[in-house]
């Protein structure tokens, strides 16, 4: 059967608000029900590069001491959590996640938190779990960052933060259970797999309650807000000079001059959605004589991991900056914190012009 046609696929997102847990639910049916595929998501993790731990059980969504709610918890034979999956379609990280998961697994022997997320939200989710690892790491050092592989963050000595996307994940145990000769389980898993691959390739997702709420719309209201805020406090702070404004179909933006460059701070939830978890963004100059000496001088941020310099293909590979916000605090304190990151840009071009 194509997994384009799964009934649930076509359930999921129109009678849950939440296609996640049925995925969680449809996945843990699954892998409860057979040891032999419960060893096949140890070894697909172990052909990402990260070492398998050894996992006897699978629950849903039990809190861990800390307040970690996966949606998977994978034990050993001593009960202890050693393998959490966390199923991701579209739905934002919330506070806890990673960091409070991965501090929730035992140090001591073999762990992993294993995030599966659509191909199409791959790149852009690896770069917010990375970020906020690092985040995590400048205030406290329970683990190290060793060396990146593929989709595997090496957090300590026998802990590892895996990303895979659904498709060849489900597709790996799939070719397992026919291997088995276990129809049941393969056909179980092409319909989960219908509704992965829904998730992944639908360009419009029925609408949810939730998505017309007036939080959301609050929120957009603010982030355009934020973009005026934003530039005047770097201008009274001397950080640049003001400049004009203006607006398209799905954007807004104003220009900021930094060191007498143009560039643009720009609301978009176009590049928010496709490029970064951020709506706030600092666009290169539209002068693209400008962009070598600017990509020179800026050539730090690049070098950060992940990288700070991006690149939109629907606007000429133009360069950009995302501008993160700071969760969980005050108003004056987000405003602050992308000041001090444009501080920090125009710190970058004068050094290089000196």
Known sequence: MDPNDSLLGHLATRLSTHPENVATEALAFILRRHEYLRRAVLRFMESLGAPPPQV???????????????????????????????????????????????????????????????EARRQMLWRELRLRCEEDLQQRSPFDVGPERPAVLQMGPQKVLVLAAWQPFLESLQSTARAQGDHASSENLNQLLGLCTREDTTAFLPLRQEDLSADIGRRIYQFGALVDEICEAAVAAKVCKKGTSGGSRMSYWRTVQIEGHDFYLFLSPWRWHTLAETPLWLEFPSQTESWNHLLEALSPLALRTPSMILRDPSNSDTPLIPLHLKLGVEHHEVVQTVVDTLRGIRDLIVAKSA
């Open 56 to 118: 006897v059980s699978f629950t849903t969504q039990r809190s861990e001491e800390n307040a970690a709610r996966p949606d998977l918890r994978g034990a050993d034979e001593s009960g202890a959590p050693v393998l959490f999956i966390e199923a991701k379609f579209w739905a934002g990280l919330t506070d806890k996640q990673p960091v409070t998961y991965l501090h929730a697994l035992p140090s001591d022997r073999p762990t992993a938190l294993l995030v599966l997320a659509p």
